[in-house]
């Protein structure tokens, strides 16, 4: 491995679950803190030993929330990659965080540790809306936290929000996107509400407790979100996410651009040298195999170059200036063009790319049903 890397470590666990979150995440385990982070710095330390020291230049800590422990582990394991990996000098390296899981104190530990980048989970800009999504924060505490965060040294923060929530206005996301504008913060993520099987939303909607919003006004949503981003100056560089000049999250375009990264902790993804496996999803399972030194890989798939192409299609599709053929070219030496061909010239036609002859990338239409787009190339 010679190019530089990105490093993804996964912090399972969370005060109390979202009702729509269906990550790799546990409540109430406080009493598993240290040995969770003893074996996750094990496995950092044993995976460097006996090899060349790998150039990093994106580390993401997430969860979960990394921000509920407390910050002495974080700083922990930010020394032990320091010592595994070599860092690049302007590497991004970034933790998620939730509102009322910070403090000053935190935030500036995180900092002194090397951390320069921040997300904090607000998803929503009323506080019954976080209560009815089980938000265990309301929003004075998350503008208290972002308050902190600028004065612990924090000069790049994301702030993630949610659109299509239950009972949701379009005035409340109107609302929730003023607010956020406000605050000058460098990135923001924008997500629509996706109720995925084994969440509490997911019970909630089989047993018609729940009502989704519409097509239509989720719709709406999303481009007033755009608009209301490009007039404030940020730029929308992929489907759910908009930057300030110069801060698009780097370790996030590590995977758009099909680039190399490692997983460290419990469920954490790994791909390297054209394989994709995964460590252990349970926290019992991932620590037994660390403590035994037992082979933890899981789900080891070699991606052959017909899957490689046709990943770094979907993959950068997704980035609002979607895919050129020289870089293709670069990458695989053929032709993009050749290659794809029925499959671009179908997707001009239903208007939903634009294709020249360097680059293909959604339209309008085509980033509103991306996934119709996508399944065109697997």
């Known amino acids: 491995m010679k190019n530089s890397i990105g490093l993804y470590v996964h912090i399972p666990f969370c005060k109390a679950k979202c009702f729509y979150c269906d990550f790799n995440s546990y409540a109430g385990m406080e009493t598993r803190y240290d040995e969770y982070f003893s074996a996750l710095k094990h496995e950092i330390q044993t995976f460097a030993e006996d090899k060349e020291k790998q150039t990093v230049k994106s580390v993401f800590i997430g969860g979960g929330t990394p921000s509920l422990p407390d910050s002495s582990f974080i700083s922990e394991v930010m020394e032990t990659i320091n010592k595994s990996f070599e860092i690049e000098k302007n590497a991004e390296i970034s933790i998620e965080s939730n509102p009322g899981t910070l403090s000053f104190e935190k935030l500036s530990a995180y900092n002194n540790a090397g951390i320069n980048r921040l997300s ?65 913060c ?41 608009e209301a981003f490009k007039n404030k100056g940020y730029r929308h560089y992929e489907i759910s996410n908009f930057a300030g000049e110069g801060f698009q999250c780097k370790h996030n375009l590590i995977y758009w651009n099909a680039e190399e990264y490692l997983g460290f902790g419990a469920g954490a993804h790994s791909y390297i040298k054209d394989e994709r496996f995964n460590n252990p999803n349970g926290i019992d399972e991932y620590l037994t195999a660390i403590k035994t030194g037992a082979d933890h890989k899981e789900n080891v798939c070699k991606i052959s170059r017909e ?22 070219q670069k990458r695989y030496s053929k032709n993009m063009f050749d290659t794809y061909k029925k499959q671009i010239e ?23 049903v991306a996934n119709q787009v996508f399944t065109e190339f697997i």
């Open 186 to 226: 460098e990135h923001i993520s924008c997500y629509s509400l996706s109720i995925e099987k084994e969440t509490i939303f997911h019970k909630m909607l089989e047993k018609r407790k729940l009502q989704k919003v519409s097509d239509e006004t989720d719709r709406n949503m999303y481009h007033a979100a755009i």
């Open 346 to 368: 179908k997707l001009f036609m239903k208007k939903l790319i634009i294709a020249d002859d360097k680059c293909v990338k959604l339209t309008k239409l085509g980033l509103d």
């Open 307 to 328: 899957e490689s192409m046709a990943e770094y299609m979907i993959l950068g599709l997704r980035l609002i200036d979607g895919v050129c053929n020289e870089n293709f």
């Open 120 to 184: 904090i989970g607000l998803q929503a800009w009323q506080d019954r809306l976080l209560k009815s999504i089980g938000r265990i924060h309301n929003k004075e505490q998350f503008l208290d936290n972002f308050e902190q965060a600028r004065s612990a040294g924090f000069k790049n923060i994301n702030t993630d929000i949610i659109f299509g929530l239950p009972t949701q206005t379009e005035d409340d996301w109107n609302e929730t996107l003023n607010g956020v504008l406000s605050l000058d």
